[in-house]
């Protein structure tokens, strides 16, 4: 048995950080706009009960992918014996903001479920993913929403199907040290969500990432002549600008600042990876 799956990206179209938990994570509130484009992962079903991933990362050994810790916490959890094989085919960028290793971490529940005949339901593959990271549920659920809590309190919302240009300004942002940093804003008051859509939107990380990364800043305030409200999603390194039609959005992306790449995508309600059927 073998299929491929997408695991699509998402952008934070804000992202507020109301508060700091005595865990050390942070209370946030943002809207996550799942998108028609990402990583694709294949799976070919195994008997021995190996997990094996190819191509390797560079750089990340496989124990420590978040495609191979949701193969083995899925074994683990069902007592499952059976293996797969990954196939992944990389599109987005590591550490730049669009949850390309939360996405794949998703799509490999969801379609191991579907694999191994598992029959979990929605709720269990959540609640899976969040051991694994904050992000993972949204994927999970497959619906563009609005989160709270560490980003795992999920209400699904309706967005416009807008086009966007993506750029990412070849820098690796590494989450933990912006989380950490004295200068984040760490108190923006917290909002209902029909109230957020008649206010002012920002990303509270995107002070300290431009601080850290000015190449960021830079991209960022290239897009801006597209789009005023260009902002960084998550805590980057990519930005992102809306566009009303997807040819304004692919003459853009054909001027983009050199040392820098980019995609466009379509902003969908729900994701291409419900699309393909492989929900229980």
């Given at each position: ?51 094996h991933i190819h191509p390797a990362i560079d750089g990340v050994p496989p124990q420590y992918n978040l495609i191979y810790k949701a193969a083995r916490l899925l074994q683990q959890y069902t007592g499952c014996a059976q293996g797969v094989d990954f196939q992944l085919t990389k599109r987005l960028p590591m550490g730049g903001g669009l949850g390309g290793g939360s996405s794949n971490a ?175």
């Open positions: 048995m073998t299929f491929t799956l997408p695991a699509p990206a998402k952008l934070n179209l804000f992202l507020h950080i109301t508060g700091r938990r005595e865990d050390g994570y942070h209370n946030l509130q943002t809207l996550f706009q799942i998108l028609d484009y990402g990583d694709e992962l294949g799976f070919a079903i195994r008997d021995d009960g190996d997990i998703a799509t490999a529940l969801v379609g191991l479920n579907r694999l191994w005949k598992l029959n979990l339901n929605i709720d269990q593959l959540a609640e899976l993913g969040l051991q694994l990271g904050a992000d993972v549920p949204v994927f999970v659920r497959g619906h563009t929403a609005w989160g709270e809590g560490i980003g795992e309190q999920l209400t699904p919302v309706e967005t416009a199907d807008d086009w966007f240009l993506v750029i990412h300004p070849n820098c690796h942002v590494e989450t933990a040290k912006i989380f950490s940093h004295q200068a984040l804003t760490r108190d923006t008051p917290i909002l209902k969500i029909r109230a957020s859509f008649e206010q002012g939107w920002q990303n509270d990380c995107q002070q300290v990432v431009e601080l850290l990364h000015p190449e960021v800043r830079n991209a960022r305030e290239w897009l801006r002549k597209y789009d005023e409200n260009a902002r960084m999603t998550g805590t980057g390194a990519c930005v992102f600008a809306r566009f009303t039609s997807r040819s304004a959005a692919l003459a853009a992306l054909d001027e983009r600042p050199e040392n820098t790449q980019g995609f466009v995508a379509r902003g969908v309600n729900q994701s291409p990876l419900y699309d393909n059927r492989s929900y229980p």
